[in-house]
């Protein structure tokens, strides 16, 4: 069974093809700038890496582009062999908890959300489409990044302002990363041998969120109503006071929508730090006594280490904590900082498990009154099982 995972985006197309017998990503790939100058497309497995400049003027260009390249590689010899296509969706409103198969009502669905992810449900349809229009009977599935976060209580999710404002537009906190956050539920579970477990999932990437999970179940999550709350990201905020908004309009001559912009687009490390997102240049900025550099990463630790903290208390302790994605997966430094400040709730570092990166392992010391992970999400690869499961 050959199953595609795909992430579109408004200029982009992220693709792997995976062999569900093995797990394997037979190959993957990106193309760029659809519809814009310079267009161009990456795919590469552990043998080969083309990467070509090529017109693209929409999303049905790269897909009938990445499927010609599938069968001229010699990767598929026929479009058959594609038993069904897994769309990640952002969205999915309170709604959608879980995974479906695409019918006509569910784009519809997946549009009328578009008002709370304007940047990426119209993109994902775009995408749909395109694949429906080159594989009109291949089967289709969606899964969305907040269908697992929509077991959370109601007092988790809903901000306590005017109620009519959650009635009357939806305004409540949604959470997102939930497909990483899921896959690292399925798959500590596993390596633990146990499902009932307290689990604080910690996705620290270019986004960041953390997750508490219990009996598999998302009880609490850092991001709200948007991606921008929670923990300090590569350029988001992470949560601040609301009114700072109406403030710096004034202040700046700017728009609400070009404060958000900021918030969105030029503040968590990259704002304290005035260097950069990325939390290696961060890193190394701080080996040359960068003091913003210093300033930004102990921001950004206090606020993993503060939701940790109050997440521990709300599943009445926690079983093990796991982190994952860029930074989780590779900054050692990173995840020895947080965990050195957990040490009043007795979790401990085995400091030389920790020199470890993208892979599963313990990081916790023997005497740790808590198991700390390491584990690699797997967004692709869950998004293909889910596919999987419902075509089936
Ligand atoms: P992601 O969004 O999951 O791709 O994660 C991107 C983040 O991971 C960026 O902030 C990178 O700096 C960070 N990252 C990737 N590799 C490393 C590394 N070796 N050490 C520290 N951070 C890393």
Same mark, same amino acid.
Not at 158 to 162: D, G, I, R
Not at 366 to 369: E, F, I, L, Q, T
């Given at each position: 069974m050959k199953i595609m995972s795909i992430n579109a985006g408004s200029s982009s197309l992220k693709f792997s093809l995976f062999d569900m017998n093995t797990n394997e990503v037979l190959v993957s790939g990106l193309f760029e700038r659809i519809g814009i100058d310079g267009s161009c497309y990456t795919i590469k497995n552990s043998e080969f890496k083309i990467k070509q400049e090529v017109q693209l003027k929409d999303h049905s260009d790269a897909v009938k582009i990445l499927l010609d390249k599938l069968i001229e590689l010699k990767?598929?010899?026929?479009?058959?062999?594609?038993d069904g296509i897994g769309h990640r969706v952002v969205h999915g409103g309170a709604n959608y908890t879980e995974s479906v198969v695409v019918t006509d009502k569910v784009i519809d669905d997946i549009v009328k959300l578009s008002d709370l992810a304007p940047l990426h449900n119209p993109a994902h349809v775009i995408g749909i489409k395109a694949f429906k229009e080159v594989l009109p009977n291949t089967p289709m599935v969606v899964v969305f990044d907040t269908a697992f976060h929509q077991t959370m209580p109601k007092e988790n999710y809903?901000?306590?302002?005017?109620y009519s404002w959650y009635e009357k537009y939806g305004v409540r906190k949604y959470g997102f990363h939930g497909t990483s956050h899921r896959y690292i539920t399925k798959k500590i579970s596993e390596v633990l041998g146990r499902d009932d477990l307290r689990i604080i999932s910690c996705h620290l990437g270019q986004g960041g969120s953390i997750a508490a999970i219990k009996n598999g179940k998302?009880?609490?999550?850092?991001?709200?109503?948007?991606?921008?709350?929670?923990i300090v990201m590569g350029t988001r905020s992470g949560d601040? &006071?609301? $009114?700072?908004i109406p403030f710096v309009m004034e202040k700046e001559g700017l728009s609400a929508g070009e404060v958000v912009n900021a918030l969105n687009k030029k503040s968590g490390l990259l704002g304290v730090?005035?260097?950069?997102?990325?939390s290696r240049d961060i890193e190394n900025a701080i080996k040359e006594g960068n003091e913003k550099a210093s300033l930004a990463q102990k921001m950004f630790v206090n606020s993993v280490v503060k939701y940790i903290s109050q997440y521990y208390v709300e599943l009445g302790g926690v079983d093990v904590i796991t982190f994952t994605a860029g930074i989780g997966e590779n900054s050692v430094q990173t995840r020895l900082e947080i965990i050195e400040k957990l040490a009043p709730l007795g979790i401990k570092m085995d400091i030389e498990a920790n020199n470890v990166r993208g892979e599963v392992k313990c990081i916790s010391s023997? &005497?740790? $009154?808590s198991l700390v992970y390491l584990v690699p999400t797997d967004e692709e690869l869950m998004i293909a099982m889910d596919t999987l499961a419902l075509i089936k």
């Open positions: 990767i598929i010899n026929s479009l058959e062999e594609i809903l901000y306590a302002v005017p998302c009880v609490d999550t850092t991001m709200g109503f948007t991606p921008l709350a929670g601040v &006071d609301p $009114s700072i730090s005035e260097i950069s997102s990325d023997k &005497d740790s $009154s």
